[in-house]
């Protein structure tokens, strides 16, 4: 099975389940992510102050619907969880249509849909439909309506995977587990970060950075994780959010507030040849601007294809798994994975032999440049590195001078390392990474 197909099984798998900011919908799409890769699950009591919030009450249902006088259910949310406003309280009553219309949510401008609503702390309740349904109910009618749902002391959940590696700096990848039957804003960007994941453990001796993924609820997730881990947060030194990641759109990567964090270079020198935009950053879209508030200010991008709002099947019942494609979460994993790829090559050299063009041949470096192709792009890849290897330039800045291939350039630094021409400089030289 290719990787596309493997994302897209699971994109499947997880759409029915009801998700919201807690409960157990939530524990149970992080056991299903736990079977693919080994997840810390964290618990987090109500009650709990996190930063200027404080962990809510849990909220979990396990039925709803609307009845008309036949018994038949006009309204199911067996049907759909986007059937129920998230966060509903509970409610078991028989309304007039007058009264039920002020708790019905539709799409006026796409009738066939059902919208995704919620109302996390808001107290109250409601059920959403397409518009179309609530035309064909009767404005003499009652109407039973049910949502059997609890609202009481619990848990915010969420988890983390580390792949562990030489050094102690971390690339954060951050995921969103709180919305139900999404599939292209939230289930393709959980998909594809578990397959990163696995791509990752299987380095051979590991990679050079610590990567840590992160599965949460929106906004109350990553504040709770940031409130937790205030101490650490020195060890970020990139970060990307992945969201609506399956769609046909194509890609997009929204810089951190820095602008200028090496994550949003690389991510810009990654996507290069796909098409793609590059925006600056906004405080508004996915938990980004958690990360990005000023007071942490954390190398985090946004990577999407269609942005959030940017697309007609967001946060409808549109956004199914007929939606995202196997072929696109592949490229937005490609797109990934290349921009893993510069931050774990990336380096800042010094030229040890600064003082003129050292004599490569004696060194078993200097092969005719006219040989082939390859042999001349390896050739021009020596003299650029040799040239800019200054102590302030990155194979990453080299790249973008000489347009030369990142993997071409991480080959020849290392022949030269090895032939003494080359050193790798320290943090504290001035390596940027």
Not at 239 to 268: E, F, I, Q, T
Not at 278 to 290: A, N
Not at 397 to 402: E, K, L, N, T, V
Request: with cysteine; charged share 25%; glycine share 8%.
């Amino acid at each position: 099975m290719t990787a596309g197909a493997r994302m897209h099984a699971l994109v499947r798998r997880l759409h029915p389940i009801c998700r919201s900011m807690t409960g157990d919908g939530v524990r149970r799409t992080l056991e299903i992510i736990g079977e693919s890769i080994p997840l810390e699950v964290h618990e987090v009591p109500t009650g709990t102050p996190v930063l200027d919030w404080t962990i809510p009450q849990e909220w979990n249902i396990r039925d709803a619907y609307v009845k008309d006088r036949t018994g038949r259910r006009v309204v199911d949310f067996a049907a759909t969880p986007l059937h129920v406003v998230g966060y509903s309280v509970p409610v078991h009553a028989t309304l007039p249509f007058a009264e039920l219309r002020e708790h019905l949510h539709t799409l006026p401008g796409q009738p066939d849909l059902i919208p995704y609503r919620a109302g996390y702390y808001s107290g109250t309740w409601g059920f959403c439909l397409s518009d179309n349904t609530l035309k064909e109910l009767q404005e003499d009618e009652e109407y039973e309506v049910r949502i059997d749902a609890t609202l009481a002391d619990g848990h915010l959940t969420y988890a983390e995977h580390v792949v562990p590696g030489r050094l102690a700096d971390e690339v954060l990848i951050v995921c969103h587990t709180c919305h139900p039957a999404l599939a292209n804003e939230t289930l393709a960007g959980i998909a594809v970060a578990v397959e990163l994941a696995q791509a990752l453990a299987g380095i051979p001796g590991g990679p050079r950075l610590t990567y840590r993924f992160l599965f949460a609820p929106g906004t109350i997730g990553s504040i709770t994780w940031l409130a937790r881990n205030r101490d650490r947060l020195g060890l970020v030194k990139h970060g990307l959010v992945l969201a609506c990641a399956g769609d046909p759109g194509p890609l997009r990567y929204k810089r951190s507030r820095r602008g200028d964090a090496a994550v949003d270079r690389v991510a810009a020198y990654a996507l290069r040849e796909r098409e793609h935009t590059v925006v600056d950053f906004t405080p508004y879209g996915y938990d980004e601007r958690q990360f990005c508030s000023p007071g942490f200010n954390l190398p985090v991008g946004l990577l999407t294809r269609s942005p959030n709002e940017g697309y007609p099947e967001y946060h409808t019942s549109a956004d199914d798994p007929e939606l995202v494609t196997p072929d696109a979460m592949a490229d937005t994993l490609a797109a990934v994975r290349e921009i893993v790829e510069v931050l774990e090559g990336d380096r800042v050299y010094l030229n040890l032999q600064p003082y003129g063009e050292p004599q490569l041949g004696k060194r078993g470096l200097y092969t005719s440049p006219s040989l082939n192709r390859d042999n001349k792009q390896h050739q021009m890849a020596i003299l650029w590195i040799l040239n800019y290897s200054d102590g302030d330039h990155s194979l990453l800045d080299i790249a973008q001078r000489s347009e030369i291939p990142f993997a071409a350039l991480v080959e020849a630094a290392e022949a030269l390392t090895e032939a003494g021409l080359l050193i790798e400089q320290s943090p504290e030289g001035g390596e940027r990474i």
